[in-house]
């Protein structure tokens, strides 16, 4: 089974910008999670996508938002770039609605946005 | 609230040595632990789980750890460190959301070097 894939592995944008971040689910994973890792850090969750809806959302801006497509990948916008979103970006997948503390997570490698 | 704290930020272990990384919770409810590793340039990938039953968990590359409710921990401990388990190592509960979702909360990470 194919795994998590995201892409651009890197990119660098300018302050004020806008950026689209890309993520492929596992194969029969239906749930899909964004975290953000700043430098030094542990990850911190965004949000969640279930049936191509936001079913839960972490600490973050509206700037933050995100799409679940039919065939459950995903995407990561953010506008208006702050030298502060500077960071891992890691998208994770999962089976089910994710009701569960249980759930278990697939972590793709991640997309490392700089801002300049 | 809900936490996880990661007390050691660098541990460096001869190769061959045993190793222990420490890991505290703080969660109102029954947690759902987790041990991931991440390497330079990669994505989080899962080493162990705990959800019930056992205490003491097995998991991928020679690692465990032992749930200890009365402590709030959930140690990862190997007994002999390879050269190539320098990595990050984060600890995290996973957390079930009012809106029914479940999100990781991670602690900061132990990045472990190894002497050869």
Redesign the interface.
Same mark, same amino acid.
Do not use: D, E, H, W
């Given at each position: 089974e194919t795994g998590?894939t995201q892409s651009p592995t890197h990119l660098i944008k300018t302050r004020g910008q806008q950026v689209t971040l890309r993520c492929s689910s596992q194969s029969g994973h239906n749930t899909v999670?964004w @975290?953000q890792q700043a430098l !030094? /850090? !542990?990850? /911190? +969750?965004i949000f #969640?996508y @279930?049936r191509e809806e936001e $079913?839960?959302r972490?600490n973050f801006p509206p700037r933050f938002s995100g799409l679940q497509f039919p065939n459950y990948s995903s995407e990561l916008n953010v506008n208006a770039l702050e030298l502060d979103d500077s960071a891992l970006y *890691?998208c994770?997948s999962s089976r089910g #609605? !994710?009701? %569960?503390?249980? $759930?278990? *997570? %697939? +972590? !793709?490698?991640?997309s490392r946005l700089t801002v300049l | 609230a809900q936490s996880v704290t990661q007390p050691d930020i660098h541990i460096t272990v001869s190769e061959g040595a045993s190793l222990e990384l420490r890991c505290n919770y703080s969660y109102g409810a029954t947690p759902y632990l987790f041990w991931y590793v991440q390497s330079p340039g990669q994505g989080l990938q899962l080493l162990l789980k705990y959800f019930s039953g056992d205490t003491l968990v097995q998991g991928i590359k020679g690692f465990e750890a032992e749930f200890k409710r009365s402590q709030s921990s959930f140690n990862l401990r190997k007994p002999s460190v390879h050269w190539s388990d320098a990595a990050e190592y984060f600890c995290a509960v996973g957390a079930n959301e009012p809106g029914g979702y479940n999100k990781l909360i991670f602690g900061a990470g132990t990045r472990l070097a190894v002497h050869p």
């Open positions: 998590v999670s @975290y !030094g /850090q !542990g990850p /911190q +969750f #969640q @279930y $079913n839960g972490g *890691l994770a #609605q !994710g009701k %569960t503390g249980a $759930n278990v *997570l %697939t +972590f !793709g490698a991640g | -």
